[in-house]
Structures are given as structure tokens and as C-alpha cells.
């Protein structure tokens, strides 16, 4: 069995991180074009990571909620059957159980060198320009695909969706391509498509099947069904 799973940041939000679009969402409070671009930071650098390493530290306030759990506990059972693609940067999957994880807009704990291109673990700030530990310039970056950027990782992400028997959508919006179009590219390769989400995501017609609740609710009871027939 191949299924690939989606997450956003719907999955993330009962652990007290905030989601983008929702009332209290980060965008709500802060323009995109100001802290998530590449323009942003060639302004003012200082600002944006400002902005990365407030959520950088926000990280050890927060822990993992039953939903990731659920997803470390398929891909046990799973192996590489499961193929997870996450576009949060948090590191909640790998707190959950998760090993393998894509995470196609990058990582708040990693950064990105702008003079070597080397990508390093990172959990300190960024705000005072360390230097690289690889080349040793001033010039790591948050470790994230900012609007304008391409996502890591897309063509083994896309070679999954082509192969995928089931794919499953979790707590994302739905208005951020290009993963808004996996639901569509693994449809046409003939996988079965299922939508977990607090409510229906602007995508939510292309899905075969729509769940609407609390990933922490709809998560655990979907890995559940899939596994209880494996004998777990
Ligand atoms: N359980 C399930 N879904 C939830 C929950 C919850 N407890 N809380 C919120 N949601 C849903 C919301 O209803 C919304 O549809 O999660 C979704 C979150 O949507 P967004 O805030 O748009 O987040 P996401 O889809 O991950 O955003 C995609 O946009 O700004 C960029 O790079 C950023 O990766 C991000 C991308």
C-alpha cells in the first residue's frame, strides 16, 4: 500500500502553533510581503529574522499533539509504504514518532548559508548574522521557502503522488500551490483522496471523501481504520 499524507498547519494548531489563514493566524498580524519573501529579507534582514527566530524559540513552548503521534505510529507499521510531505516548518512530526518526513517549505531548525548554499541544523538565532559553521560567512538565512521560491524536494514528491494508492490531506487551506495541486495530480494517477480538515479547504471538491473536525480527533481514528485491518 502507497499512501502519501499532506500536512499543514491545521495539524500543528492544537499544539498551540498558530496556523497562517485562520482569524488568529500569523497573517493576520503580518504582511507576507514584509517577512516571507525574498524581497522581505533583502530590505530588511533583520526583520525577517526577527520574525524566524521568534517562532525558532516558540518551538520549546509547544509538543506534539495526538494527530502527529497517529502519524509516527503508520509510518512504524508502514515503513516505506507511508510517505509524509509536511509544509510546516516546525519539527512536531519528528516529535510524534516520524523518521522520515519531507518538509517542502524547509525547517525552522535548519539554515540556509546564502554564500556556500550548505544547510546546517539550527536551533539558535539568526538576528546577529552568525557565521556559517561550514564556510564560516555571515550569511545563513532561515531555512525556509519563502513566496517566489521553489519547495524542496518535488520531484520525489511528485513521483509519490503518481504511485500513491490513497492520498490524505491534513489541516492545510488548500491556497498555497503547489501542494494545493497534489489532491489533483494524485487523483489523476488513480489514488483515492481523503480530506481531514477543521472545515472544508478551498480544494475540498476535488477530494473523494471530506472529513471536518480536529486533526487531533480525525487523525488518530483514520490511522486507526487503516490499520486495524494489518492486525494493529
Ligand atoms: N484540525 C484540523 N484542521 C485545522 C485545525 C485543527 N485543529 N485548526 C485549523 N485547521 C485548518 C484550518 O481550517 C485551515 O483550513 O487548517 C488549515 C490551515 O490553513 P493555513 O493557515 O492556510 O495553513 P497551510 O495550509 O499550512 O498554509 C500553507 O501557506 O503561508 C504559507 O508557507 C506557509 O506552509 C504555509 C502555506
Not at 510517505?83 to 516529535?95: A, C, G, K, P, S
Not at 519563502?146 to 491556497?175: K, N
Request: with cysteine; net charge negative; glycine share 10%.
Amino acid at each position: 500500500m502507497n499512501i502519501v499524507v499532506l500536512t499543514g498547519a491545521g495539524i500543528s494548531a492544537e499544539s498551540g502553533v498558530p496556523t497562517f489563514r485562520d482569524a488568529d493566524g500569523l497573517w493576520a498580524g503580518h504582511r507576507i510581503e514584509d517577512v516571507a519573501t525574498p524581497e522581505a529579507y533583502e530590505a530588511t534582514p533583520t526583520a525577517v529574522q526577527h520574525f524566524y527566530d521568534e517562532r525558532r524559540r516558540a518551538l520549546a513552548d509547544v509538543t506534539p499533539n495526538p494527530a502527529h503521534v497517529a502519524l509516527g505510529r503508520l509510518e512504524e507499521v508502514l515503513g516505506e509504504g507511508l510517505f509524509l510531505v509536511t509544509q510546516n516548518i516546525d519539527d512536531l512530526h519528528e516529535r510524534g514518532g516520524s523518521q522520515q518526513v519531507a518538509h517542502m517549505h524547509g525547517e525552522l531548525l535548519s539554515a540556509l548559508c546564502r554564500s556556500c548554499g550548505g544547510r546546517s541544523h539550527w536551533t539558535d538565532d539568526l538576528y546577529d548574522f552568525p557565521p556559517c559553521p561550514r564556510c564560516g560567512m555571515p550569511e545563513l538565512r532561515p531555512d525556509v521557502v519563502w513566496f517566489g521560491e521553489v519547495p524542496y524536494g518535488m520531484d520525489v514528491i511528485q513521483g509519490r503522488l503518481m504511485r500513491a494508492d490513497l492520498f490524505v490531506s491534513i489541516g492545510t487551506s488548500g491556497a498555497v500551490y503547489p501542494a494545493a495541486g497534489f489532491v489533483q495530480m494524485a487523483a489523476a494517477c488513480g489514488a483515492r483522496t481523503l480530506e481531514l480538515n477543521l472545515e472544508p479547504s478551498e480544494g475540498t471538491d476535488f477530494f473523494a471523501e471530506a472529513r471536518h473536525g480536529r486533526a487531533s480527533e480525525l487523525v488518530p481514528a483514520w490511522v486507526d481504520e487503516v490499520l486495524h485491518p494489518l492486525g494493529f
